[in-house]
């Protein structure tokens, strides 16, 4: 599955930004999708996690409470709502498919990933 990240942008503290995921391909239903997050000389890291039917989510503890992950098997979207964004939200954000049945915190169990896209949060 081919996936393209947008959404990103620049924003102060204590805003809000959505980041959205388009797929193509194959089924978008057939893959958990992941959002992930690396920022300048620091390893790639969890973020959220989206079960195929989207029945299920999980947070990072950094972002519980503020962002909020979403899909549209209709549309073969996947969306991240971030509120109340923190100068150490900072980061590329990458949208990863995952076609396993687990939930994982792992980037290398992703076999699809977006290209990325830049959030900026200045204090």
């Known amino acids: 599955v081919q996936l393209q990240a947008s959404g990103g942008g620049s924003v102060q503290a204590g805003g809000s930004l959505t980041l959205s995921c388009a797929a193509s391909g194959r089924t978008f239903s057939n893959y958990a999708m992941g959002w992930f997050r690396q920022a300048p000389g620091k390893e790639r890291e969890f973020v959220s996690y989206i079960t195929r039917a989207g029945d299920v989510t999980y947070y990072a503890d950094s972002v519980k409470g503020r962002f909020t992950i979403s899909r549209d098997n209709a549309k073969n979207t996947v969306n991240l709502q971030m509120n109340s964004l923190k100068p150490e939200d900072t980061a590329i954000y990458y949208c990863?498919?995952?076609?396993?049945?687990?939930?994982?915190?792992?980037?290398?169990?992703?076999?699809?990933w977006g290209q990325g896209t830049q959030v900026t949060v200045s204090s």
């Open positions: 990863a498919a995952d076609a396993s049945f687990y939930l994982s915190y792992n980037p290398r169990t992703y076999e699809s």
